[in-house]
């Protein structure tokens, strides 16, 4: 045999108890799980530790980050072995010259990518799936199941009509020509958004289209036996209900699986989300697959005045002052008393946020004593209130004050525990490569079995593999992976359930264009196998292997 991983304990995906044994493997499959008396060429020894099969993320967006970076770190050292990526209406192809700034523009806006990871990190030798999709796999150590964005699929047949209205029939039909190009070229389905704003804060292209259109497109995933994914309401209830039923008609109809993204409970909307599960349940009742992604991690939103953040996409003047000023404009509305006057009229009624937020970096050596307090601790010091130390702290630090939102969301843990549990609930939407310089969008799989595994003691070891491995590969149509069994593609990912977790967050230096971003320090995951190929070891890190396939 090429390997052989022993003594370790077994949760093959499926949910059923762990077992001690040995797995072997020959070139990219597992051929053997048992008590295996022969030799290989590579031995692993995982005694006392969990070997599962490789963990599988719904929803990313290393769509840019893969064209430099073709093993998508850090996932695969979080035990990631598969990531989907083009979601939210938005891929990097099919796409048209003329078109690579204006999404440029909506990946900056929506996903808070810098516009220098493109300039400086993207070459642009693309325009169709089909060539994206070569490009992606020259250096991929990951496996990818990539989406396409309806967005982009309205950009190449309609051009800037695509913005601005909906579509004909022939204009439709051109639509679905072309996704199925796409997914003849590997596509996993279509993704759509009906709540996000482009870079002027206009709707982006997708939500224009009129539901003559989105059946057009629903008709080409029937045939091709793709699913739908959507960005929906999430912000309100009664919205998320209404889409809830209309993507139950849309599976129904057309024998498709759909998701939406993201589903979050917290402490203000428990009765709400209650409600959509209730709703979520019925439909799949009737047969209808409708399947919500919840994350398993609290909201982690790392800001600074230098560049827009969602945190502020509520308070309309602070966030066209960040979005449409630049560096000088938005200090002098600081300084200014009658515009800064307004600006915390406007945010005052969010003072119970502002006073818990962290001051997390400085430049200057006469406020680094504060790093680490919170705005409301320093507004003592300094007899004033958080929103003003937030707006002071700015001018003095020259826009270069960074800002925590720690843990946002998920105040009642075994609330969550139970919403992940659920059997209609997919574990998704980590958002991973997106929001590089705000969100903190890593670590969900480790936070899965430290908070709600480990700590709670909420939810089995077996049920946590199962949901992040055999779950979504059956979702999504991922064949030949998401179990351990022979015959099956060798994605394995061995961790130590003592100490796995997502661990301590960081700067990286080296990202091209970006600078430094947030990303969280993977813990407990021993070693990662892809496709029969250690791709990451705990202790050497990255292997040069590049065996990661489009799936």
Not at 66 to 71: C, K, Q, S, T, V
Not at 399 to 422: E, I, P, R, Y
Not at 515 to 532: N, P, T
């Amino acid at each position: 045999m090429d390997t052989i991983i022993r003594n370790g304990m077994i949760a093959d995906g499926t949910g059923k108890p762990l077992f001690t044994a040995d797995i072997g493997i020959i070139n990219d499959r597992i051929v053997e799980i048992g008590a295996i008396t022969g030799q290989a060429n590579h031995e692993i020894d995982a005694s006392g530790k969990i070997v599962s099969p490789g963990f599988i993320d719904p929803h990313t967006h290393f769509d840019a980050q893969l064209l430099w970076d073709g093993a998508a770190k850090p996932a695969i050292e979080h035990g990631i072995t598969t990531i989907v990526p083009g979601n939210c209406s938005l891929s990097l192809a099919p796409l048209k010259a003329e078109h690579r700034m204006k999404l440029v523009g909506m990946f900056n806006q929506i996903e808070e990518m810098p516009h220098k990871a493109f300039s400086e990190g993207v070459t642009w030798d693309w325009e169709t799936f089909e060539e994206y999709i070569e490009r992606i796999q020259r250096d991929l150590s990951i496996n990818v199941a990539p989406l396409v964005g309806h967005s982009l699929l309205r950009l190449w047949v309609m051009s800037d009509a695509a913005m601005s209205r909906a579509a004909t029939p022939e204009e439709i039909s051109d639509m679905a020509d072309l996704l199925s190009r796409c997914i003849a070229a590997g596509a996993v389905g279509l993704s759509t958004s009906f709540v996000d704003m482009d870079e002027r804060l206009q709707p982006v292209p997708s939500r224009y289209a009129c539901t003559t259109e989105l059946d057009g497109l629903c008709k080409v995933l029937s045939e091709t036996g793709k699913l739908l994914q959507v960005v929906h309401e999430f912000y309100d209830t009664d919205l998320t209900l209404a889409r809830i039923d209309q993507l139950a008609e849309l599976s129904l109809k057309f024998d498709i699986t759909t998701t939406l993204s993201p589903l979050f409970l917290n402490a203000d909307n428990q009765e709400g989300v209650q409600a959509i599960m209730k709703r979520v349940d019925a439909q799949m009742q009737r047969g209808a697959r409708v399947w919500p992604q919840v994350q398993t991690r609290p909201i982690d939103i790392s800001f600074s005045f230098a560049v827009p953040s969602l945190l502020f996409i509520r308070l309309p003047s602070w966030y066209a002052l960040m979005r449409f000023s630049d560096h000088d404009g938005i200090k002098a509305a600081f300084e200014d008393p009658a515009k800064r006057a307004a600006l915390v009229q406007e945010a005052s009624a969010m003072m119970p946020l502002w006073s818990v937020l962290t001051l997390r970096r400085v430049n200057t050596e006469k406020n680094a004593h504060l790093v680490g307090q919170t705005l409301a601790a320093i507004a003592s010091e300094r007899d004033s209130n958080p929103l003003d130390v937030m707006i002071d702290l700015s001018i003095e630090e020259d826009l270069d004050a960074h800002f925590l939102a720690a843990s946002m969301g998920h105040n009642d843990d075994l609330a969550v525990a139970d919403l992940l549990k659920q059997p209609n609930v997919m574990i998704g939407a980590s958002d991973g490569g997106a929001h590089i310089l705000s969100f903190s969008t890593y670590g969900d799989t480790g936070y899965l079995f430290s908070k709600f595994v480990r700590d709670c003691a909420a939810m089995s070891v077996e049920l946590a593999v199962q949901k992040i491995t055999s779950e979504p590969a059956e979702i999504w149509g991922i064949a030949e992976r998401g179990q351990l069994k022979p015959g099956f593609i060798a994605d394995i990912t061995i961790f130590d359930a003592a100490t796995i977790a997502r661990g301590e967050e960081y700067y990286v230096q080296d990202v091209p264009g970006e600078g430094f971003r947030y990303v969280r320090d993977a813990q407990g995951v021993s070693q990662v196998l892809i496709s029969g190929a250690v791709a990451y070891d705990q202790t050497y890190g990255y292997s040069e292997a590049r065996t990661g396939k489009i799936v």
